[in-house]
C-alpha cells in the first residue's frame, strides 16, 4: 500500500465513481455505460478476463475499489478497438482499460505478478531513455525479468525465434553497444520528466 | 504523373536490422517505382506504442507524439505524416485529436515540449496516415496496376487486415467487419484474394504476444488455420506488429498443437514492389523467415 493510494482513498472516501472519473483516462465516460453488454463478448482473449469491460463498469459504479484496480482483467487487453466500434455510447472503452492499468500501477496496487504489467514497464523505460525501442535490450529484459533460470528456459523457448530473425537481418545481436536512439536524448528526457511532473500535479500525486 | 512528397514516419520497427527492416527495404522500392519522395522525420522518436500506458501516463505518451508532429511540422512542413506501422500511425493520430479537443492537454503538452525547445513549433494540423491510405486515397487501384510489370498470377493470398488499421478510423472508409482493400490491392497486382478470409480482422494478440505468448498464440493459430482453409498459399499484411506476430511464431504454435503451419506472411509492400519488377533482394524478400518461394521465383525472372 503506497502513500498515494491512502490519500486518494481518503479523498474520495466512498465514492470510487468519483476518483475514477477524476484520476483516470477518459474516467468521466464510465456513467454513460448502459450495461449492453456488447463489449463483453469483444475482447479477444476474452475468457482470460476475468471482468469484462461491462462488469468493471459496474463495479465502479458499485463502489469495488479493491476488486477493480487490483483485477488482472484490464492487462488483457491488446488495444484491439473491438469494443470502441462497437459500443452504442461510444464509450473509449480501450483508453479506459488502459487508464485503469496506469493508475493501479502509479498506486502501488496493481495486479504484481501480471507479465503485461511487467513489460510495458520495462518498454517505456526502454523507449524515455533513449528514444527509440532496443529490441534486443527489451527482449532479454522480457525474459529474465523471473530470474535467472526462468530467463534462460524461456531464452531457449524463443532461440528459434531469435536467431531466425538474426539471420534475417531482423534483429542486431550487438544492439546492446550498438543501438543508438535518437540524438536528442537530453531534450526528450526532460520533456518527458516535464510532462510527469505536469501529470502528478492535475492528479495531485504530487505533495 | 508528378512526384508527390511526405513526411515519413519509419518506427521503431523498421530502422536497420530491426524486425521490419525488410518492410522498409521494400517500401523504398515500392516509392521509387511510384516516385514518391519521403522525407524522414528528422530525429523522430517512438510512439509508445500500444503498450506504453502502464509506466508512461497519459501526458507523456501525448507528449512522445506531439514531438514527432512537432518536428514534422517544423522541419517538413505542410506535408502529410505518413506511417508505415498501423500502431504508430493510430498512436499519432490519436495524440493529434485527444490535443484538438482539450485546451489543458494541448497547453500541458506544449509546456513540456518547451523542455525540447518545440514548444511554437506543434500546431496539429497537418492530416497522420498510413501508407496504405496514401496509396489508395492519393494513386487509386487503377494507378497502382499501371506499373505492374510482372504480375503475381496464380497465388492465393490471404488478406490479414488486423485491428489497428481497421478501428477505430479505419482506411478509406470500409467496414470493419469486412474491409477489402487488401484484397484489392492483391488483384490489383495479379494475385488472387482468398475471399470469405474469416479470421481477416482477428486481433493477434498485438504486444501481449511477447507478454502473454500462450493466449496470443491461440489467437495467431485462428488467423493461420482459416488463412489455409481458404486455400492461401501466403498471407500479407499492412502492420509490421502483425507481420512478425503471424509469422515468428509459426514453429512453435506446431511444437503446441501438432499442426504443420508453414505459410509466408509479407507485407502488400513487397508484393507491389516484385509486380513493380524488383528483384528479391530490393523486395525485402531475404527477410521473411519463412520464404516466399513464389514471389521469389518471379522476381528472379
Ligand atoms: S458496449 Fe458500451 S454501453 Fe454497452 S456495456 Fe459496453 S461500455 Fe457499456
Ligand atoms: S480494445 Fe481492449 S477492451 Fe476493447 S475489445 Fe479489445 S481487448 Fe477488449
Ligand atoms: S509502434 Fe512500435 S515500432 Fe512503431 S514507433 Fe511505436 S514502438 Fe516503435
Ligand atoms: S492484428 Fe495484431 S499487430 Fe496488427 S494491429 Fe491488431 S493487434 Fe496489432
Known sequence: ?207 | MAKKEYSFYPGCSSERKASASNYMVSVESMCKTLDIQLNEIPDWNCCGASIGYAEGGELPRHTLNARNIALSEKHNANQDIVATCAACWLGTKETQERLSHSEQMLADTKESLKEAGLENDYKGEVPIRHMVEVLIEDFGYEALGKPVTKPLQGIKIAGYVGCQTNRPFGVDGESFENPKYLDKLVETMGAEPVENYDQKVTCCGGALAFSEPEKSQVQIKKIIESAYDHGAEMIVTPCPVCQMNVEVYQDQINKTYGTKFKIPVTYYSQLMAVAYGSNAKEAGLNGNIVRAPQLEEIAAK
Open chain 1, 1 to 207: 500500500m503506497t502513500a498515494t493510494n491512502t490519500a486518494m482513498v481518503a479523498k474520495y472516501q466512498n465514492n470510487f465513481l468519483q476518483e475514477v472519473e477524476a484520476n483516470v483516462e477518459e474516467g468521466d465516460w464510465v456513467k454513460m455505460c448502459m450495461q449492453c453488454g456488447v463489449c463483453a463478448g469483444s475482447c479477444p482473449l476474452g475468457n482470460a478476463w476475468e471482468h469484462p469491460p461491462q462488469e468493471i463498469f459496474m463495479m465502479i459504479r458499485a463502489g469495488k475499489r479493491e476488486e477493480v484496480l487490483s483485477s488482472e482483467s484490464m492487462w488483457m487487453c491488446t488495444s484491439c478497438y473491438n469494443c470502441i466500434v462497437r459500443c452504442p455510447r461510444e464509450l473509449p472503452i480501450t483508453h479506459i482499460m488502459h487508464g485503469l492499468a496506469n493508475y493501479a500501477h502509479r498506486l502501488g496496487i496493481a495486479h504484481k505478478k501480471n507479465p503485461t504489467r511487467r513489460f510495458a514497464k520495462i518498454f517505456w523505460n526502454n523507449i524515455s531513455k533513449s528514444g527509440r525501442v532496443n529490441e534486443l535490450s527489451l527482449s532479454i529484459k522480457l525474459y529474465f525479468m523471473d530470474g535467472i533460470v526462468s530467463g534462460i528456459k524461456k531464452g531457449l523457448q524463443m532461440m528459434g525465434v531469435g536467431l531466425g530473425l538474426v539471420k534475417t537481418g531482423r534483429l542486431d545481436p550487438m544492439a546492446l553497444i550498438s543501438h543508438k536512439g535518437i540524438k536528442d536524448t537530453k531534450g526528450l528526457q526532460a520533456m518527458l520528466k516535464k510532462a510527469n511532473e505536469i501529470e502528478d500535479k492535475r492528479k495531485g500525486y504530487a505533495s
